[in-house]
């Protein structure tokens, strides 16, 4: 069982819309069997049968599944592997694929295994470590209005897409929920407009105080996360010396679901079990889905910093690599890349100059532009919104707030984002080392000494006649 649990928590993927764990598609359960069989004759320890793990694994852990076809995108190598080892192989082609699909897993444990270390730096030393990871959910989940009990005339009308864009900040406990609509555009400015918002709170419980060192997980999406744009910002604000450093990391493609979508597997839980037909009930589900209950806030408007950050020098090459290091060295920006998170992999250097100041970054700095995709959903909404409150499926109330949030909506001009602009964030301190309050008491140093001396001391038996009576 133990084996089992470490195999599914390292391997495995958490599902963001239910709360299951999917071991990689190329695996079956004969070969988690063999896996388990060699590791304890390696280690020389007994082994179960072939139908006691199978029964073991159907009581003990009938959330860690082995799906035929997957919801979310699968691994291309994992695939590949599968494919391949459904076809009629001889022996040593067989044990070949079979060590190099074991060298994929353990490519994508060391790259988990290091999100984990950071996280752990993080928590036991909060003052010196920020530990964030950021990621979106599955917007089909969040289309408002939702029903946990769906009636056939639901489907006909139309409804407004809410993203849900995640983000978990290890050390400080905190849980945030950040909503938006398609008025801007899925890519780098929602990311870097919510890594600013989830900052300014960390600085406001932190008496006004950042970590000297971030790391940041995110998955590989390019219009996201793995772009220009995040990169120049972040090593604008080691630049700005926000951070002392900052390191953004990446998991291996397709295997990149982590404990930000167990927030989001609760979310998806709670809301098939209550209805969320406005976004006020939808924050007020969001809350409720986890404890800590996390922070939900709404983007009405973004800041456009891809406008601002568009005309730097590019880097190319920026796929491959799955660690960015940013430190300052003088007036330049030193950004050091690794392909993955190996001890004998040298990191890479590469000077960023002429980055700008996050006071240049600011001036002049524009809300996010109207997207017009967002017209014709709004148009679609105002022309079924008499449809759902004529089904019954809306209340007065709930009609009425949907009228004023669908002009807030369609208004062509943005209104001033409640982001905080990175130039309220402080420059780091490097935290005093901590000092014992008072000595320790003479009698409690004394006793564990002679505990200590206890314990080295080697023991002694001897073989004594029997007293007389």
């Known amino acids: 069982m133990m084996y089992f649990k470490e195999y599914a928590e390292n391997f495995g993927e958490q599902q963001p819309d239910c709360p299951e764990i999917h071991l990689p598609s190329c695996l079956t359960k004969i070969a988690v069997f063999k896996d388990y069989k060699l590791q304890c004759d390696v280690s020389q320890q007994p082994s179960i049968s072939l139908s006691s793990f199978y029964e073991m694994w159907r009581k003990e852990f009938s959330h860690v599944k082995l799906r035929k076809h997957q919801k979310l995108s699968k691994c291309t190598e994992c695939t590949l592997f599968k494919e391949a080892l459904l076809t009629k192989l001889t022996k040593e082609q067989k044990e070949e694929l079979l060590m190099k699909r074991k060298a994929h897993f353990a490519l ?18 909060p003052q010196h470590y920020l530990s964030l990871i950021i990621d979106n959910m599955d917007q089909a989940k969040t289309t408002l209005p939702r029903f946990s009990l769906n009636s056939k005339t639901d489907s006909a009308y139309a409804g407004v897409h809410h993203h849900v864009t995640g983000a978990l900040c290890h050390g400080f406990g905190l849980d945030f929920g950040f909503t938006w609509t398609d008025r801007f555009h899925p890519d780098s400015n929602v990311t870097l407009n919510c890594l600013l918002k989830v900052l300014h709170h960390v600085k406001e419980i932190n008496d006004n105080a950042l970590p000297p060192v971030l790391y940041l997980q995110a998955d590989n999406c390019g219009k996201d996360n793995k772009n220009h744009f995040v990169l120049m910002f972040l090593a604008a604000l080691v630049k700005a010396e926000v951070f002392k450093k900052i390191k953004l990391s990446f998991l291996m493609v397709g295997h990149t679901h982590e404990d930000v979508d167990q927030l989001f597997s609760r979310v998806s839980t709670k809301l098939c079990q209550e209805n969320a037909p406005t976004l006020p009930e939808l924050h007020a589900r969001i809350r409720e889905a986890s404890t800590p209950s996390p922070i939900v806030s709404h983007l009405n408007s973004i800041f456009n910093f891809k406008e601002k950050l568009i005309n730097l020098n590019r880097c190319d090459g920026i796929k491959a690599p799955h660690i960015f290091k940013f430190v300052k060295d003088g007036p330049i920006v030193k950004m050091s890349i690794k392909d993955w998170p190996l001890e004998y992999e040298q990191y890479r250097t590469v000077n960023l100059e002429n980055i ?35 089904a019954g499926r809306l209340t007065r109330d709930q009609h009425t707030w949907w009228q004023e949030y669908l002009e807030v909506l369609n208004a062509d001009d943005p209104a001033l984002p409640s982001v905080p602009l990175p ?33 080295q001391t080697s023991s002694e038996i001897q073989v004594v006649r029997p007293r007389r009576r």
């Open 423 to 455: 130039t309220s964030l402080p420059k780091f301190q490097i935290p005093a080392v901590e000092r014992p309050s008072r000595a320790l008491d003479p009698n409690i140093l004394e006793a564990i000494n002679r505990h200590i001396v206890q314990l």
């Open 108 to 125: 994508q444990l060391l790259a988990r295994q290091k999100y984990y270390k950071h996280r752990a730096k993080a928590r036991s030393s």
């Open 356 to 390: 700008p100041t996050l006071q240049e970054i600011c001036t002049s700095l524009n809300p996010v532009r109207k997207n017009p995709k967002i017209d014709s959903v709004t148009a679609a909404m105002v022309r079924d919104l008499p449809k759902w409150k004529q």
